[in-house]
């Protein structure tokens, strides 16, 4: 049996180096490159929660979150920590879960700790169940944070690793945050 020598292996990675690398310029923007990772929990089983709380304790500069119900004592203690520490904590909710007593103690208590919330002004939901931190993670997926949401109910969570994914949630956010048509600042 003959082996290749280690030039020629050498040889024949650049060659599929530079054909992918060419494939990549030809395709233009219909192939991307990324450097992303994803994390997939399922609640109950995995208590996805617990793993988002986790990012709130490691967020250094801030925590964006956009979620229809917000209930969860874990989720305040971990925001409620954040901002104490500095990091810009932002909260947009929807008005219809402001009638649950529950989601009323969370919001009051997030907002007694300076962390500002915005509820939409229009008829639809505000039903997005997103968070942003800083510029690197982006989590989408079913569950509100609540504690049903973490303990008792067939939910999904996903944590996005992704700068540019990161960014672009950002921006829906902060556009979410500066329309003064559809969302306004609540206040207890």
């Not at 917000?70 to 879960?97: M, W, Y």
């Not at 672009?168 to 306004?184: G, I, P, T, V």
Request: proline share 3%.
């Amino acid at each position: 049996m003959i082996r290749p020598s280690l030039f020629q292996l050498s040889k024949q990675r650049h060659r599929l180096i530079v054909i992918w690398l060419l494939t990549a310029v030809l395709l233009g923007r219909g192939l991307e490159v990324s450097a992303s990772s994803v994390e997939v929990w399922y609640g109950p089983e995995d208590r996805p929660l617990e793993h988002l709380v986790r990012m709130y304790d490691r967020a250094q500069r801030y925590i964006f979150v956009a979620v229809y119900g917000l209930t969860s004592p874990l989720t305040v203690k971990a925001l409620v920590e954040a901002k104490r520490r500095g990091v810009d904590v932002r909260i947009v909710t929807d008005r219809e879960r402001l009638e649950d007593m529950k989601q009323q103690t969370a919001l009051s208590t997030l907002r007694e700790a300076g962390i500002p919330i915005k509820i939409n002004r229009h008829d639809a939901l505000m039903h997005l169940k997103q968070v942003v931190i800083d510029d690197e993670i982006n989590t989408n997926g079913s569950m509100n944070q609540t504690t049903s949401g973490n303990r008792y109910n067939d939910e999904r969570l996903d944590i996005i690793r992704d700068h540019a994914l990161a960014v672009k949630a950002r921006e829906k956010f902060l556009s979410l945050w500066k329309d003064h048509e559809r969302f306004q600042e609540w206040k207890k």
